[in-house]
């Protein structure tokens, strides 16, 4: 039968999502801890890859197996055997044509980015960090020329594997949260390798004023990553997780914790 699991993790611990032969990844611990409760090696499929350093409140995976176990057994039981920065949420039964990837309609990200002249403290690896004042009303105006569907080349990572650069952005809106966090949120059908932290260094560029509205939309229209600004460190990125049709009956995750709640 295929199993739909929910789960969450601090990206600092990890060498990004995908299993790696010398270095821990979030696949390969996740891969063994569900292997031993199996009794036989499982392989996952995610809703989204992550890149070292990246957050996931809401990342939903499935799996195939013949074990017969209690729910309980795919959350409590690989929690057991997982590394501490990683927990499994929940667990469901799902069809067998049920794809965690090819299903998922949207995935939605939030960048947390603590604006003040003092660098991050308790939130070290949690939250990017500017320390020039920013305009978010600037930001916010900017983020609208990106809505829509578009060519996406330019806030795509060099090393990017995907096909086609094409993105529909659903969503792009920024407030601040309190005095000192500006809170980026992104949605989109899909999204290409750093495309979100480049996205927000492009914004930032707009916020502390080096660029101004209108080259934001030049930069996208150029199709090109040497015109666009530096890539935001991953500390602040959050994969809020996937959504899907309810007919697959899949826990939306948008419900967090803390500073991510705001």
């Not at 891969?31 to 890859?49: N, T, Y």
């Not at 055997?81 to 949207?106: I, K, T």
């Not at 650069?165 to 992104?186: C, M, Q, S, T, Y």
Request: glycine content about 8%; proline content about 4%; hydrophobic content about 45%.
């Amino acid at each position: 039968m295929r199993i739909a699991l929910g789960l969450e993790y601090d990206g600092r611990a990890f060498h990004g999502w995908q299993r790696q032969p010398e270095a821990v990844s979030v696949q390969g611990a996740l891969e063994d801890a569900l292997s031993r409760i199996a009794g036989h090696s499982v392989q996952v499929i995610c809703a989204g890859r992550t890149d070292a350093g990246v957050h996931a409140c809401g990342q939903v995976v499935h799996f195939d197996t013949d074990a017969l176990r209690p729910m309980s057994a795919w959350v409590r039981g690989v929690n057991a055997f997982l590394p501490s920065a990683m927990a499994v949420r929940w667990s469901l039964s799902v069809a067998e044509d049920f794809h965690a990837r090819y299903d998922a309609r949207a995935r939605a990200y939030r960048y947390v980015l603590l604006n003040r002249s003092e660098r991050p403290g308790l939130w070290a690896g949690r939250v990017g960090w500017h320390y020039l004042p920013l305009d978010v009303d600037a930001m916010r105006a900017a983020a609208g020329c990106l809505l829509g569907t578009h060519d996406f080349s330019a806030f795509r990572a060099a090393e990017c594997q995907a096909k086609n650069p094409v993105r529909h952005l659903i969503r792009a809106e920024i407030h601040r949260a309190g005095k000192d966090l500006v809170i980026f949120d992104f949605v989109a059908n899909a999204f290409l390798q750093h495309m979100v932290r480049n996205l927000v260094g492009a914004l930032v560029s707009v916020g502390k004023g080096v660029w101004t509205i209108g080259q934001m939309r030049e930069v996208l229209e150029s199709c090109s990553r040497a015109l666009s600004a530096p890539t935001f460190a991953p500390d602040g990125l959050y994969f809020l997780g996937p959504s899907y049709l309810p007919e697959w009956q899949i826990p939306e995750a948008r419900e967090t914790a803390g500073f991510m709640a705001l």
